[in-house]
């Protein structure tokens, strides 16, 4: 029977024009390798739809996606954010998608169309770090005598007599107590009049006899307080968060609270190490998989025990990206690892019976605890050769529900609603790192044993040749091998073979300020490992990606190709092709704008045979999807009173039916943006502009969209910048041939560092939204979040 992929396609396509959760995301063009970056998903339209959002990434050229949650925001900040904290871990490129789900369950992702294959793509810069003239003396980093004397000394001997001393700008604690320093031959002392306590920050600069200038890193020095010495050094961190929201419509209002608890505690002492972290929500169900986490890590030489949540990254295949509440430990020497794994990764949830406005009943099945145990030995040098073996199993517990909560029984020939799974992942690859690791190769291959319904346990094997009406070729009875994995007719497939393979293998090169990456990878249909995160099964991807940095990183180049074919051993009749390919240049002359220019493409096409011309609905057999972003910007300074930051993007992005011409969408997004920080007054200010717009066609059917947004905010600085009050102002509009709706957003906030470990935030948000064409829609949404964080 035709799936009519056509017709859907271009149902799913429009609804996102016309859609009730409208999703935007503007990639940067590039990000640093050492700074934490911030990830941040625009919601339009629909933010009290979304249920959650995930965030899908890679580093370019990997096969598997992990995933995270993101941090949602208010009505009135209608976005969702997550931090990457190592962007160095990405040096080949960073790749990623969204996902939204809905309350109901229903997912919405960004890109639209095929976003695994097509992620938003950002290069990952490692700028060299460049050697600071000035060297911190005194104190001590490790500074806690609480009875001698604080004082600042830094040494300037490479400078010589090319600093000017007069021009020396001394900062402690974000004033300027230059007149209080001593500069003396290549010294510069400091000493405060009162002896501080606590956490303290202090930096330098000057100006060299030619007129360039010259700065030190920002030190950070810690005054201990304590009179009682403990017999561990320790560092934790506690924040507390808040959130109300209320909703008021004429039909009724809607309230919610919700609030959070993250706990962090480590310390050390000799050759101990720990490391504690507690994190409890108002979120937390027992009908849904856990939120809370809790975690404890306890190091010594050569061993690592963890308690508690816990992600293992033992591999591409076998386990990555799943959180797994248990225990795990990790064993290392020089030319020698073992690392073990044992926990649930999800836990039962009963089932239940819901019950429709015609009084229908259905019967939700549950959901199995899952066990996952894992084991991996590594063998050599991991900056030379190294070789690894990895074993997985993950298996549900039937007893963790009764039978109620699986079966519905309800039924006079009981039927399961959900079933048990077991399966058995084995693996191994290897690594090769040449000079310096700027050449590493790659390969790891794996096997998989995977039983979709393990209810009644394991067969005989003559009873599975009878289930199956078959003769099956196995040297072994499928019962006594029970506890190792269940055997039974729902074995996919019942005789392991090429089907249940994955196998990849690459190559990394750095040579010359270019990088490059090659990788090949294939994962068989029947290939399943339920400890792992997203794998495209049956599937073949070969993809290069090379990046070039010229001009001292003033000029960036990155490029790529991917192609990825189902089909992988010629089972099917049918076979799909991907094929994405992208380029992006960046370019950032000194003292002048700086400039980004991107193009992406990907067509997707099988080979089916035409269809019957006479179907009202065809199978799309060619789908493609290209996209092009221009970005500039510039830093202004010669506006003296407020040096003003002005950028200007614009993407368009096309996808269209080329084989029957039967639908074809466009967006194209403009943005103009003013940020300025005044030199006289305490004050930041951010004025932006955003326009796009949407289209999309359907044989002589034209459906056009627009939306419209003008964001103001305004930043003060008080009290040496501890005090920071602001406010925001968005105004958003929709029109063409959907709803005339508008939408008021405001936001009252501020921040304070009541002390250097201590931080209060709070913000009080108000969202109006108003359609001029459908009466009893118009809300009003109040919200207030509170956040308090300590340090110590």
Known sequence: MKRYVIFVLFVVLSSLLMAQIELYHSAPAVISADQSTTITLDVRAGFTQINTVWFFYRASGDLSYTEEEMVPGTES???????????????AGLEYYFIAFDKNNVPVSLPASQPELSPYRVTVENIPKTESPFVLLAPDKNLSDNDGDFFVAISYFSLGDTMDAESIRFMFNGKDVSSDVTVSSNMILYKPRKKPVGRVVYSLEATLTDGSKVSSPQWVSTIATKTVELPLDMYGHASVNLYSFNENRDDGDDNDFRSNLNFTLGGHHNWLRFASRIYLSSEEDKDMQPVNRYNLTLNVPHFELVTGDYTPNYGTFTASGRNVRGIHANMRFKYFSLLASYGQSRRSIDGSVTVDSMGV?????????RNNIALRTESGNPGKFLWGFTITKSKDDVKSLDKEDYMNLATENPQPTVTPKDNVVISTDARLSLFKQRLVWGAEAAMSLYNSNILGGALSLDSLEANLDQEIDLPFDPADFEDFFVINENIEPIEPGTANLAYRTYLRMYFLKNLLNVSYSAVGRSYNSLSSSYLQKDSRVISVFDNINLLRNQLILTGGLTITTDNVY??????????????????????LPYFNVGYNANLSKNDADDPDPDDAYKESKEISTSGISLGTGYMVDAIDFAPTNFTVTYSNTVN?????????TTRNNISLSMKSEFAELPLETQISYTISLGSSEQEDITKDTRYNSIYLRGLMKFMDDRLKPYADLRLVGYGGDQDAQSSHLVNLGASYNLTNNTFLSTNLGMKMYANDDVEGQDYSQFNWRFKISQKF
């Open 77 to 91: 900040q209608p976005e969702f954010t997550i931090d990457l904290k190592n962007p160095g871990n990405f040096e």
């Open 361 to 369: 009943a259905t019967n939700n099945g549950g959901t199995f605890r």
């Open 570 to 591: 010629d089972e099917k009749d049918i076979t799909n092709t991907n094929t994405n390919y992208y380029v992006q240049l960046l370019a950032r002359p000194t003292n």
């Open 656 to 664: 269209s039916d080329d084989a029957y011409n039967a639908f074809e």
